[in-house]
């Protein structure tokens, strides 16, 4: 797929599309998928854990790392796309939301 016909509504209906032909909807429940989306999140967190703030700016350097960082972004984006088709979150609005309310909360100097 190229870059041009990503979107989100687009990836969320690829992911259930793959999701339903091995039939794991019954699975995909918000408990469930947020335990998932927790444990992508630790092993993108395990990739830096022990780097230094100047090897971590670095980690994309190295094309082994910089596979598997590029593998657990990704899979930490999927469980929190299916999360908010499940629950009717559209992600972008409440993106979108949030930075407004931190641009009130937070004003620029």
């Not at 598997?68 to 979108?96: F, I, K, M, N, S």
Request: aromatic content about 6%; glycine content about 0%; charged content about 25%.
């Amino acid at each position: 797929m190229t870059e041009q016909h990503l979107d989100v509504a687009k990836l969320q209906r690829r992911l259930a599309e793959f999701a339903a032909a091995r039939n794991w909807q019954p699975f995909h429940t918000p408990k469930n998928l947020v335990a998932a989306l927790s444990v992508e999140a630790s092993e993108l967190v395990e990739i830096f854990q022990w780097l230094t703030p100047e090897e971590s700016a670095r980690v994309m350097d190295d094309p082994d790392t910089a596979h598997r960082v590029t593998d657990e972004v990704a899979d930490v984006l999927a469980y929190l796309l299916q999360l908010c088709e499940v629950l009717g979150v559209d992600p972008l609005r409440a993106l979108a939301a949030k930075i407004d309310r931190n641009e009130l909360r937070f004003p620029a100097p």
